[in-house]
């Protein structure tokens, strides 16, 4: 079974500071997403990394695919409180279906 | 115009009922899915659709149903509800099935369903 593991997993930050959160798997992906979901919503694509290796930039958020295709990492540089909220990274496993890892709920402080 | 739309927003009702969420989505996609999110903000698939043709069900209580009448439109029926269900539930479609590459999902903005 395909298990996405992701850490921290709650994040508590003044606004200015900068932050990384790792997602984990013992299999290889042949890509990974990234979700963001504020309370009361349901989560937003915010980024597909594809090559192992590959990073990509949004605004203040990097998100990077490790070499072997079994981690990923999002980092975000002078983080804002509107970066609050769950991020999820996510990844398609056998049978044709999107999985989630559990989450890294992130507060940013003002 | 709401891309994914999922109604009730909250659904408060006592064991033992019957209820239904009803979702729509105007994007033209082919592939629409339920997802239940626990209190740990676990999201799981339950469901999923193509064509109105049911590609996944997950080990779900066959207490609860899925019903496709058209690719736009994917209801969940949830029999004899349990303590156990309550959750937010959040229905989600995507242009294909997706494969080996990527495929983007898009959400409703969920059903926060409370059984007491």
């Known amino acids: 079974t395909q298990l996405l593991e992701q850490s921290p997993q709650f994040l508590s930050i003044q606004e200015g500071e900068n932050l990384t959160v790792y997602c984990n798997s013992s299999s290889v992906f042949s890509s990974l997403q990234w979700y963001r979901q504020e309370p009361g919503e349901g989560p937003v694509l915010l980024v597909t990394?594809?090559?192992?290796?590959e990073v990509k930039k949004l605004k203040r958020l990097t998100f990077q695919f490790g070499d072997a295709r079994k981690d990923s990492s999002l980092h975000i540089t002078a983080a804002q409180p509107g970066d609050t909220g769950l991020y999820l990274c996510?990844?398609?496993?056998?049978?044709?279906?999107?999985?989630f890892g559990a989450g890294t709920r992130l507060f940013v402080k003002a | 115009d709401t891309a994914v739309s999922q109604t009730p927003k909250y659904l408060v009702t006592q064991m033992g009922n019957d209820k239904s969420i009803k979702c729509e989505q105007n994007l033209g996609h082919d592939t629409m899915y339920w997802y239940k999110q626990d209190s740990k903000k676990f999201l799981k698939i339950m469901f999923s659709y193509n064509n109105k043709e049911l590609i996944i069900n997950e080990t779900v209580p066959n207490r609860f149903s899925p019903k496709s009448p058209d690719k736009a439109h994917l209801n969940l029926h949830i029999n004899s509800l349990e303590l156990g269900d309550s959750a937010v539930y959040f229905c989600?479609?995507?242009?294909?099935?997706?494969?080996?590459?990527?495929?983007?999902?898009?959400f409703g903005s969920g059903t926060q369903l409370s059984v007491l």
């Open positions: 996510a990844g398609i496993a056998g049978g044709f279906k999107t999985i």
């Open positions: 989600a479609s995507s242009q294909e099935i997706p494969t080996a590459t990527n495929e983007k999902l898009f």
């Open positions: 990394v594809v090559t192992g290796g």
